[in-house]
T-cell receptor
Framework: DTGVSQDPRHKITKRGQNVTFRCDPI?????LYWYRQTLGQGPEFLTY????????KSRLLSDRFSAERPKGSFSTLEIQRTEQGDSAMYLC?????????????FGSGTRLTVV | AQSVAQPEDQVNVAEGNPLTVKCTYS??????LFWYVQYPNRGLQFLLK??????LVKGSYGFEAEFNKSQTSFHLKKPSALVSDSALYFC??????????FGKGTRLHILP
């Protein structure tokens, strides 16, 4: 296992279209996190899962955003009716347990451009 | 709610000089503190963490950080900077092992 994988690396979409991103965590990691990073800013927390359960969702996440982690393995993040303000780098991270004991391992991210 | 402040957008240091990147935090209860580094076109990489114990934490690439509870600070340090240390550095905090909240980042420029 070589780390956290995210697909695609880049996505250009027209405003109003739906997009879906995939994250494959390190196989033995039961926690999976999604963040969004815009230029010049730090990563903003979106949501996280422990196994298949979504434990927390940021108030930043509008109803157009949804995330799933079926069977506690890979996760998908879907954005419906994309807006230009959704343009950002979407980062996925995983950890084997609570962050008190472990840091995150991040993927390389999916860069979304909404035109 | 937890938060992190990185007061400097950019820090410039001459190669070979010591460097410090500042961070202060706010959290309920005992903090879990982290530093991450981001190189251009690459993901964030873990540098070091403080959970409990010795206030001076050593991490990757010769970096260390000093936890100061009274000043609620967790400054990143390195005794002798390298040009290859130039990158974007993020301080982060977690409360009770939950999600990690990141600062806005400090760009470190090491001048040859």
């Amino acid at each position: 296992d070589t780390g956290v994988s995210q697909d695609p690396r880049h996505k250009i979409t027209k405003r109003g279209q739906n997009v879906t991103f995939r994250c494959d965590p390190i196989s033995e990691h039961n926690r999976l996190y999604w963040y969004r990073q815009t230029l010049g800013q730090g990563p903003e927390f979106l949501t996280y899962f422990q196994n298949e359960a979504q434990l927390e969702k940021s108030r930043l996440l509008s109803d157009r955003f949804s995330a799933e982690r079926p069977k506690g393995s890979f996760s998908t993040l879907e954005i419906q009716r994309t807006e230009q303000g959704d343009s950002a780098m979407y980062l996925c991270a995983s950890s084997p347990g609570p962050t008190g004991n472990y840091g995150y391992t991040f993927g390389s991210g999916t860069r979304l451009t909404v035109v | 709610a937890q938060s992190v402040a990185q007061p400097e957008d950019q820090v410039n240091v001459a190669e070979g000089n010591p460097l410090t990147v500042k961070c202060t935090y706010s959290v309920s209860g005992n903090p879990y503190l982290f530093w991450y580094v981001q190189y251009p076109n690459r993901g964030l990489q873990f540098l070091l963490k403080y959970i409990t114990g010795d206030n001076l934490v050593k991490g990757s690439y010769g970096f260390e950080a000093e936890f100061n509870k009274s000043q609620t600070s967790f400054h990143l340090k390195k005794p002798s900077a390298l040009v290859s240390d130039s990158a974007l550095y993020f301080c982060a905090v977690s409360s009770r092992g939950g999600k990690i909240i990141f600062g806005k980042g400090t760009r470190l420029h090491i001048l040859p």
